[in-house]
């Protein structure tokens, strides 16, 4: 090299590579660039990018270029090379087994990778900063490598030896401030969301320090004091300080700097709303507190798609064109004077409006639940409620319900939109058989709710039944030799088509025969059936507002006992009718998927009653009653056979008819504590009374406390309650309570919410109680519990669960059961 | 065993396509499809290939399984686009798609692809012995599309939100020039403007009330003898007499 000079020039005569590697010289020569016969000058562009290029490749570990045999204006060119080692084997100390593979995956240690500087930097920086974000301050990573030795491949080979030492975790011992006057140090860590002091009692976020999220914070502590006024704040240093008891301190010194105020807000280009109406959505007022922050939710929450904002003012009423801009138009000492921009732009109407990915469900059935029309006034807040909307109809997967502005047309005011649409299943097929209760009991349960009834003669709509006009359908069949029962339920949601009256009915029956212990088999002259039909009609209310549902039945059902005796009554012949009224009132604004919902509540109060007949039938309750007292006084044993047919006599005529009234109430709450975790309370009150004291409280319509809260073979209107953590109906008597109240709070935890399953977790704590009588009433005298669970659904099977329950307090009659836990299975929606 | 069986089971392509011809001919699509399936791999590139791909994608098609018969008619006259039956089996795959398409209250993606298949077999063969049915097929499809529109915009009136109706029928009348429903449409839009200029704020009937008689007289106008006539009179003293209401208040 000696004797060149840097710019002379020379005609490459020949290439060669020398060195250590393995790669083929043509290659090598090929890959550089670099050809014979062309001129090359000292120091210059071409034998520059050649270096460059073999450096790029990753391959080599050194790279030198020499001008040999230099004759005149000629010369040969050497390459000479030397081959990264490859990588033979990673050893890994000081973490876990587990962990071990999740590294080299990480870090891409693959036998026979290219073992480059960076590869060894890049892999210690990776796990230093990986065990620093989970707080391990003091972690050393070593990272080593070691020539093979006696390698039988001729290429290099290097053993690495990754040493990590994470050191104890490093917990903030305290946070401190300097500088702060008008903000405290207490309110200033506050404001930082992820790193906080250690304190014993938290729970949820750890003190450790991860620099990143440190960071973050030092934005939120000045954020801090923009929202209080204090508008020039900043952070001037801050410190990491070692303690000797393996923890650190930190120290940030701020400057505050003054405190601002709002001026005067002008509006500038607003003509459909006048100063005073935006002003009042605004609402800052001048010589308010300067908060940028606050100021900026208000022209437009990013976080609340229907908020009040004054964004959503526009967006609500037409204006899809508008634009709001705050400006600072004068800083004059510390008052600042704002002008918001509006342009307002033309209001803007829905000119079409459409549907696409329905292949299964009809027009008719998804048009009349959106709220955006044509020739309506754009409305953002319309369209979000009508992707709810569309989401509770359970016909689409709610997740996927994408609205798709089209053709926004600024001039003439009118936009398309299209609403994308995916089907999901809604039918459930249900079929079972099994032994229990003594024999083989067989189960057949459809239930369609998407199905179409018009098409239930047309053989083509069968795939595999007629879906798409969004009624449904249900059919239920279970029969075993001791008892059949027979139930189907219709619901047609708009009734007629014009409005949203849901229309429903249903029928049932059921029979059950008596155990003959003679034959085991069951005995046909002892049968109690139960017959009873329901017709329901439920409309949407516009007052107070469209969230509300009225709902009225009316349902008779008859009791009729053939030498069939029962705890309900005291004659084992005869017949009691139930013909009963029910209003109730729903608000329900959950939202957005009917399964998980994340938002919103759901209320309802109802009342079911019978007619009062005691008022007019002109039958002596009084006398009945003292009959049935009388000899229900006696011990069974004692009764005379005419004392028995006195007594049955008296309840058959008691309960002919049955006379009674019901009042329930319950409330849902939903809302999204944290990114994904959403917290449900919940409470339930239902009350059962007597018109007439003599009649007494029916032993029918019962409330049964306790379990799982799944109504099992019962036709006698029980309501059944869950309450997890107990026994199924043990905190209610045998014949079932009167007067109930439950609290529930719930925090659920998806763990997916895909279209083939949706997943979540959940943790419970709860507290109910039931009573025979009003008077012995105490709501807040609750047996509690607490537990966790899991629920899946799935399309095609509904939705399964499983709980597990802790009591807290004794099942009644068992002293000493408490703290025991309990396991219960979930079918079927629960509310 | 049947014949049938003997041959599914059997490793001799030549007896398969020849039994698979047999029931081809008989009009057993389902066998002759099975025995296809097995040997259309056998056959690919060979001079046989053309008549037993035609007769695979056949078998699909009187099969009724138009999704699959489409795709293969179509691979059919794109493989072989000199064979005799390319005019057949470009018009059947267009028919297949044709068949595929759902009643009109339901998403229309194949009503359109349909259309558009049509319109490619007619241009290739403009003077096809098909042309009459394809064109009906078309007349169709498109009515198929009026129709969703135009039961759409009835719905709006259904379920009394007139004013969306109205706007519907406009869109209706701009999008389908030659309704076969526009009398209907015509109809339709006057008794869903009159809903709506009876339903009105006293400050806006008057508009609405001319509206709805302009609507009445582009009915009349397109359709003297219009099935709706009487009907459309008596909407039309209505809204006149909504005027007279008005008037009287004054």
Known sequence: QNGLTKGATYIVRDITVTGNTAYSPQTVITYSGLRKGEKVVVGGEKIGDAVKKLWKSNLFSSIDFYFVNIENDSTDLEINLNDLPELNEVRIEGVKKGKKEEILNENDLKKGKKVTENLITTTRNYLTNKYKKNGFLNTKVNVITRKVDNDSIEKERVDMLVNINKGEKVKIKSIDFVNNEKLSDKKLRKAMKNTKQKFLFRVLKRSKYVEEDFKDDLVSVVDAYKENGYRDARVLSDSIIYNDDETISLQIAVEEGEKYTFGKIDFVGNTVYSDQQLMAVLRIEEGDTYNGVELRKRIADEEKPDGLDLTNLYQNNGYMFSTINPVEVSADGNVIDLEIRISEGKPAYFNSVTVSGNDVTNDHVIYREIRTRPGMLYSRADIIRSIRELGQLGYFNAQAIAPEIKNPNPVEGTLDIEYKVEEQGSSQIELQGGYGGGGFIGTLGLSFNNFSLRNIFNKDAYKPVPRGDGQSLALRLQASQFFQTFSFSFSEPWFGGEKPYQLSTSLSYSRQFRFDPLSRRANKDQSFNIAGITLGLSTRLSKPDNWFLLSQAISYQNYDLKNYFTGLFNFGNGTSNNLSYTIGLTRNNTNVDPIYPTGGSNFSVSAKFSLPYSLFNNVDYEALRETSDAINAIPPAQRTQAQTDALAAADQERFRWLEFYKVKFKGDWYTQVAKKLVLRPSVEFGFLGAYNNDRGIIPFERFFLGGDGLGNFALDGREVIQLRGYPNQSLSSGDGASVYNKFSLELRYPITLGQGAKIYALTFLEGGNSVNNFKDFNPFDLKRSAGAGLRIFMPAFGLLGIDFGRRFDDIPGQAGSRGNWETHFIIGQQF | ?250
């Open chain 2, 1 to 250: 065993c049947s014949d049938f069986q003997k041959a599914l089971k059997s490793e001799d392509t030549a007896m398969k396509f020849k039994l698979g011809t047999e029931y081809y001919d008989a009009g057993k699509w389902n066998k002759a499809h099975r025995l296809f399936a097995q040997i259309v791999p056998n056959y690919a590139g060979k001079p046989q290939a053309e008549k037993l791909m035609y007769m695979y994608a056949m078998t699909s098609y009187n099969m009724e399984d138009y999704f699959t018969s489409g795709y293969r008619l179509e691979r059919f006259v794109s493989s072989y686009p000199s064979s005799e039956k390319r005019e057949e089996a470009l018009f059947l795959s267009a028919k297949s798609y044709y068949e595929l398409s759902p009643i009109f209250s339901k998403e229309q993606k194949e009503t359109i692809e349909a259309q558009e298949k049509l319109q490619l077999f007619i241009n290739a063969y403009p003077t096809s012995q098909y042309l009459p049915e394809a064109n009906k097929m078309i007349k169709e499809l498109d009515f198929k599309l009026e129709k969703k529109a135009f039961e759409i915009a009835k719905q709006y009136n259904t379920i009394r939100d007139y004013k969306a109706s109205v706007k519907s029928f406009n869109n209706f009348l701009l999008d389908f020039p030659g309704a076969t429903l526009r009398e209907d449409a015509l109809f339709y839009r006057l008794k869903a403007e009159t809903n709506l200029a009876t339903a009105s704020i006293e400050a806006l009937k008057e508009d609405r009330k001319e509206i709805g008689i302009s609507y009445y007289n582009a009915l009349v106008k397109s359709f003297p003898n219009t099935k709706y006539l009487d009907e459309a009179n008596e909407m039309k003293a209505q809204l006149e007499n909504l005027q007279i209401k008005e008037d009287s208040k004054k």
